[in-house]
């Protein structure tokens, strides 16, 4: 009964499916709440490093408003880099390659 439930929103259908097969509905269910998991780790994870960014972004902001310096400048240009080749193309005016 949940079964045919489950297959009004499930986009495909699978025509054979055997009784030792790993697609059985709770594998599936298995694999969705551990992907979840994962995903909720990335975001935490996206959320601490974003926080990182933004406490050095504040920091160069304000920095620079008391005096203008060259490595200041360098940092916010990759911190507002929009293309990953511009922060290379940064760097390496940095290091002089």
Do not use: H, W
């Amino acid at each position: 009964m949940a079964f045919k439930r489950f297959q009004k929103f499930f986009p495909y259908r699978i025509q054979s499916v055997e009784k030792n097969s790993e697609l059985t509905f709770p594998n599936l269910y298995f694999q969705l709440a551990e992907t979840k998991l994962n995903l909720d780790g990335l975001e935490k994870e996206r959320d601490f490093y974003f926080g990182k960014l933004r406490d050095i972004e504040v920091y160069c902001q304000e920095q620079d408003a008391i005096e203008s310096n060259a490595l200041l400048q360098k940092v916010l240009e990759i911190l507002y880099a929009t293309e990953v080749s511009e922060v290379f193309g940064i760097l390496k005016c940095l290091t002089g390659g």
